[in-house]
């Protein structure tokens, strides 16, 4: 293996504060350390040293602690120096390290260092950027199962169980004059379906996962007039929208974040669909169900007084929405209570009836119920679709007596779930992951 160089950045956030860290990591760190403090530093100790700059003058005091390799973050020597939060002082002290051999880190490039040298497994470190971004509580407490390694374990776990499968079924091609041994052909089976519903399961904490640290996009459709705009309005606590009695007044998509109990959802308000309309009311409708194609859910708001009608003129739009809230605005408008059975929650818009009721539901989607839950990614998730899809073919597979392509879907599948955790990885895919982190993590 060569040897690397030496990594320093600033580690604690722009701008003033109590306390700045710059740190050190690699094989010259602990000799860079020990010229800044002019002293020798001891493991896992802190000490309390004068920190000189470029030219040998103090420019701070503060803590200054050595993490020997492998025991560290990276795995490599590892410093870090604290000295009072002054930007002027951190960047001095930065150039001291640089002009005793150390590089400027790239963003992310500490936590890249601790994936190569198998301090963390990819999905960990993500969980690392995940936590530092995240927006509430709950966010922060999965992104910590996902740092502790929850997420990775059951990952790993399916993956061993498709190299038991693979071994299994390769064997029997190998040597396909002798018998399947005591497990058979219907034990394979049996364990391939088992694996299905374990990765079915995964993927859906995943997606629950994704929508703790990304958020939930909700797109408000809904035939015109049936009260869209003055539900977005509602939601959000002010007059984003235009709200008139015209039918057709909401042309293009409307957007507004809002935050729930914590949670971040984004709404898009979109033009009613109906089948007539003008020119530029039908680019409107088109462009609903574009942004259906992408809807983590779909609010569905129809005139509570005739909600039929209104249901045959969305429902050919709503085909691959994962969720469906079908929402009875106009409450205050009926004149009793709906029979027992309805279908959909009753909510008024304009009295704000019901919609304690709809935030439960959008905290629900936004799994901000789910306790127990980890943080995950987009790329988390749609590695785990692809692979379920693949133990789809490898189970048509063995259904159609092809045992060698159920061989390829199950190496195929396998390569997926390497992906989430960095054991199979394009090059490419890894440098975009960690430019998204921050410089000094």
Request: aromatic share 2%; proline share 3%; with cysteine.
């Amino acid at each position: 293996m060569h040897e690397r160089d030496t990594i320093a950045a600033i580690a604690s956030a722009a701008g003033r504060g109590g306390i700045g860290i710059v740190r050190l990591s690699g094989p010259r760190a602990r000799h860079i350390a020990e010229r800044i403090c002019k002293r020798g530093l001891r493991p896992r100790q802190a000490h309390h040293v004068r920190f000189h700059d470029r030219e040998g003058a103090v420019v701070d005091d503060g803590i200054a602690l050595l993490f020997v390799a492998p025991a560290s973050y990276t795995g490599e020597d590892v410093v870090e120096l604290q000295a009072h939060g002054s930007p002027v002082v951190l960047h001095e002290m930065l150039e001291a390290c640089c002009a005793l051999g150390a590089r400027r880190a790239r963003a992310g490039e500490f936590s890249e260092r601790a994936w190569e040298n198998g301090r963390l497994d990819l999905a960990q470190a993500e969980a690392v950027a995940d936590l530092i971004a995240a927006a509430d509580l709950r966010a922060a407490r999965a992104a910590r199962r996902s740092l502790e390694g929850e997420f990775s374990q059951r990952v790993d776990a399916l993956a061993h169980t498709l190299i038991a499968l693979r071994v299994q079924l390769e064997a029997s091609i190998d040597f396909s004059d002798e018998e399947l041994d005591a497990d058979g052909e219907a034990a394979l089976r049996r364990r391939l379906d088992a694996a299905r519903g374990q990765l079915a399961a995964l993927l859906a904490a995943a997606e629950q996962g994704r929508r703790l640290r990304d958020g939930l996009h909700a797109v408000i459709v809904g035939p015109p007039n049936a009260g869209k705009s003055s539900l977005l309005n509602a939601l959000a606590g002010s007059d984003r929208a235009i709200v008139t009695d015209m039918p057709g007044t909401t042309r293009d998509l409307l957007q507004e974040t809002i935050r729930v109990d914590g949670i971040e959802l984004t709404l898009v308000d979109t033009a009613g669909l109906r089948e007539q309309g003008d020119a530029i009311e039908r680019e409107g409708m088109r462009r609903a169900r574009n942004e259906l194609a992408r809807a983590d859910a779909a609010l569905v708001v129809l005139d509570a007084r005739d909600p039929e009608a209104g249901r045959a003129a969305v429902e050919s739009a709503l085909a691959g929405v994962p969720e469906v809230v079908w929402l009875l605005n106009k409450r205050d408008l009926l004149p009793s209570a709906p029979a027992a059975g309805s279908e959909g929650l009753l909510v008024s818009a304009r009295t704000g009836e019901g919609l304690e009721a709809l935030h439960a539901r959008l905290r629900s989607l936004a799994g901000g119920g789910g306790e127990g839950a980890f943080s995950a990614r987009a790329r988390h998730v749609e590695a785990l679709r692809h692979a379920h899809g693949l133990l789809g073919e490898a189970a048509a597979g063995f259904a159609s007596a092809r045992p060698e392509l159920a061989a390829d879907s199950l190496r195929r599948a396998h390569d997926a779930l390497g992906e989430i955790t960095g054991r199979v990885l394009p090059d490419a895919l890894l440098g975009h992951i960690f430019a998204t982190f921050c410089i000094g993590k």
